[in-house]
């Protein structure tokens, strides 16, 4: 009798790892659905949402700069003094031409970088697209390679194990850390970095344009590995004038 009871266990117990590859191939075709039911959107089906309207906003701008859309390249640059995002465009070849101006809406924190998880800073330093955000909370949003390399090692050199993470660039007006541009400002960020491809969009943010100042007599204190920080970004504002 146990020997049958045995006998009856391993045969469930096949059985069970027979299915599992049948249901896996059933789950997997039901996920697109399941988003789809939650109202969840892609990058593509943004773009097709307002792509157009985006498009007509920002091609006269790159007209009258001289720059072609989609161009080659994007540097977005983040001015939290000046609570202002730049766009310039380059095309393969050719150097930066700056294309239009939009006013940051939402920011917190003060100037200097961010340190840790929490702490509402905007970072500062030179950073990439690293996706996508169809879904944000905030309308649409381009999340930037935050915490990079360097904030990383530095992080780990000073013993700080959360340096803060979920970095964006988004609509709405109001902001924990990232840049809010209200809607309009990031629908049109959205598709310039979509049809440019995220690869190929770099961002600089500072904590003032270094190109026509120097940092206010009342900039609140900063670590010493800052100063290195600085001398990097104003090398690469030198490239956009």
């Not at 970088?113 to 970072?123: C, L």
């Not at 988004?170 to 629908?187: R, Y």
Request: contains cysteine; neutral net charge.
């Amino acid at each position: 009798m146990k020997i049958k009871r045995i006998s009856i266990l391993l045969v469930i117990l096949a059985a069970c790892v027979a299915a599992i590859p049948f249901v896996a191939h059933l789950r997997g075709p039901a996920e697109p659905e399941v988003r789809t039911m939650k109202g969840q959107k892609t990058v593509a089906d943004r773009v097709a949402e307002f792509g157009a309207a985006a498009r007509a906003r920002l091609t006269p701008a790159f007209d009258s700069a001289g720059a072609a859309y989609p161009p080659g390249r994007v540097a977005l640059v983040g001015l939290k003094a000046e609570r202002m995002l730049e766009v310039w465009a380059a095309g393969p070849g050719g150097g930066w031409k700056h294309v239009r101006n939009y006013p940051i809406l939402g920011q917190s924190g003060v100037l200097g970088p961010k340190m840790k998880e929490g702490d509402r800073q905007v970072p500062e330093g030179l950073y990439r697209v690293e996706s996508l955000n169809p879904n944000s909370q905030y309308h649409v949003a381009l999340k930037l390679n935050f915490p990079n390399d360097e904030d990383r090692r530095r992080a780990q050199e000073e013993g700080r194990l959360h340096p803060g993470s979920d970095i964006m660039i988004h609509g709405n007006t109001c902001s924990i850390g990232c840049l809010a541009l209200g809607d309009e400002a990031a629908e049109d960020l959205f598709v310039l970095a979509a049809e440019t491809g995220p690869d190929h969009v770099s961002i600089i943010l500072s904590p003032v344009d270094f190109r026509v100042r120097g940092l206010p007599a009342d900039m609140p204190p900063t670590p010493k590995w800052t100063a290195e920080l600085y001398e990097a970004i104003r090398q690469a504002l030198a490239e956009l004038k």
